[in-house]
């Protein structure tokens, strides 16, 4: 079954802590795994995504294949973080791909 | 150039009405994705189109239909909507399975009393 998991729906850290969103997968295929960012009152768009291994807005995420996890860290949080985030994996089926959606964890980072 | 527009942007049914969410893109993209965002359950994937002239089923279609009118248009109707349809509603576009170009609408806030 293709599933992801956040476990945690919300967490607060105050501002300069460092910061880990958890995320796991289930995934008979090769997984390609992105997270998400909403801020408040803007639209879902793409932070960041496992192939590029990438550091976006100081947060880094590694791909752990004999964990299924794909955790969201920074080192640093500041206030400008808080948000709802998604970890979302790349499915095949029939042919077409599809984004499933994790139930997504929101950041709140105090002052 | 405005991406994904939904519209509505907020709506108040009755337990029975019925109504079409409405989404358009000009990015020329050939996917298309109705989602709905409840609180503790994510984003769940209601109905897609992969291109022009083609829809399927999510994961969660119940209660919901499709049209992929044109390239541009891919709308969402609730022929006799229920509380549990109590959501909000997105509108995605994808160029052929590159996420890294999946944008997402401003959503649209439906409320079924």
């Known amino acids: 079954a293709q599933r992801v998991t956040q476990p945690e729906k919300l967490l607060s850290v105050f501002k300069g802590a460092p910061v880990e969103l958890k995320c796991n997968y289930s995934y008979s295929g090769s997984p390609e795994l992105f997270w998400y960012v909403q801020y408040s009152r803007q639209r879902l768009q793409l932070l960041l995504r496992h192939i590029s291994r990438e550091s976006i807005k100081g947060f880094t995420a590694d791909l752990n294949k004999g964990e299924t996890s794909f955790h969201l860290k920074k080192p640093f949080a500041q206030e400008e973080d808080s948000a709802m985030y998604y970890c979302?994996?790349?499915?095949?089926?029939?042919?077409?791909?599809?984004?499933?959606f994790g139930t997504g964890t929101r950041l709140l980072v105090s002052p | 150039n405005a991406g994904v527009t939904q519209t509505p942007k907020f709506q108040v049914l009755k337990t029975g009405q019925s109504m079409t969410l409405q989404c358009a893109q000009d990015?020329?993209?050939?996917?298309m994705y109705w989602y709905r965002q409840d609180p503790g359950m994510g984003l769940r994937l209601i109905y897609y189109?992969?291109?022009?002239?083609?829809?399927d089923k999510g994961e969660v279609p119940n209660g919901y239909n499709v049209s992929r009118l044109n390239k541009r248009e891919f709308s969402l109707r609730l022929e006799s909507a229920a509380p549990s349809q109590t959501s909000v509603y997105f509108c995605a576009t994808c160029d052929r399975g590159i996420w890294e170009k999946l944008f997402f609408g401003s959503g649209t806030q439906l409320s079924v009393l």
């Open positions: 979302a994996l790349n499915t095949m089926n029939t042919g077409f791909q599809k984004l499933v």
């Open positions: 189109s992969a291109s022009e002239g083609t829809t």
């Open positions: 990015m020329n993209h050939n996917s």
